[in-house]
């Protein structure tokens, strides 16, 4: 039963993961890029935890911790960038 | 027994995140693109989450799964909140329907 749910569930996560990634690119201002590779990060914690389930190997739960906090604090400092003016 | 419960979690927390990543595609500006992506992404790592914690119900896996699901919950209230504020400060576009604009005069649509 799991061997196959958590295939799909990996290629349902990796299929929205490419679908976040087409607004990255075509994004038309920068916040929208912003929040989209906000949500490209959560999309690969989760991909991690998934396999974390998979394999049974408990430390790839502590690489889901440390992409969400990385991810955190990336989107607060694009953030900080954009009010203080952007890329002008 | 308990592995199909699992099993739906998982489904529910990836058919969750395909809607956040087809909203993010689809919806007409930032903020609304934004409720679809945070509110959808973390309400599907914690389906996620609970999948993982029924297939492997160990004390370390508990735990970390936890902390994860509690430090997504917060940080993800705190990121929406600072995008938002600096798309707004920086008179991003809104949607041509949107009824209500409370951004002070001056900022919009620059």
Redesign the interface.
């Known amino acids: 039963?799991?061997n196959t749910?958590?295939p799909?569930?990996l290629a349902?996560?990796a299929?929205?993961?490419?679908?976040?990634f087409?607004?990255v690119l075509?994004g038309?201002?920068l916040?929208?890029r912003?929040?989209?590779i906000?949500?490209v990060g959560?999309?690969i914690?989760?991909i991690t935890?998934?396999a974390?389930?998979g394999t049974?190997v408990?430390a790839f739960?502590?690489v889901?911790?440390v992409i969400?906090?990385i991810s955190?604090v990336g989107?607060?400092a694009?953030?900080?960038y954009?009010?203080r003016g952007?890329p002008s | 027994m308990s592995d199909w419960i699992a099993g739906a979690c998982f489904l529910a927390g990836a058919t969750l995140a395909l809607l956040a990543g087809v909203g993010v595609l689809r919806m007409p500006d930032v903020f609304t693109r934004m409720q679809a992506s945070t509110k959808a992404s973390t309400l599907g790592l914690a389906f996620l989450l609970v999948g993982l914690t029924i297939v492997q119900p160990d004390l370390a896996i508990v735990m970390r799964a936890g902390i994860i699901g509690v430090f997504m919950m917060l940080t993800s209230a705190v990121a929406a909140h600072v995008i938002a504020r600096a798309a707004a400060m920086t008179g991003a576009p809104l949607w041509e329907g949107t009824k209500v604009d409370e951004r002070p005069a001056g900022t919009e649509d620059t």
């Open positions: 039963m799991l749910v958590i799909i569930t349902t996560l299929v929205a993961a490419v679908i976040t087409a607004r075509l038309p201002t916040p929208d912003v929040v989209s906000d949500l959560v999309l914690v989760g935890v998934v974390a389930a049974g408990q739960l502590d889901a911790l969400a906090l955190f989107t607060v694009y953030a900080r954009i009010e952007g």
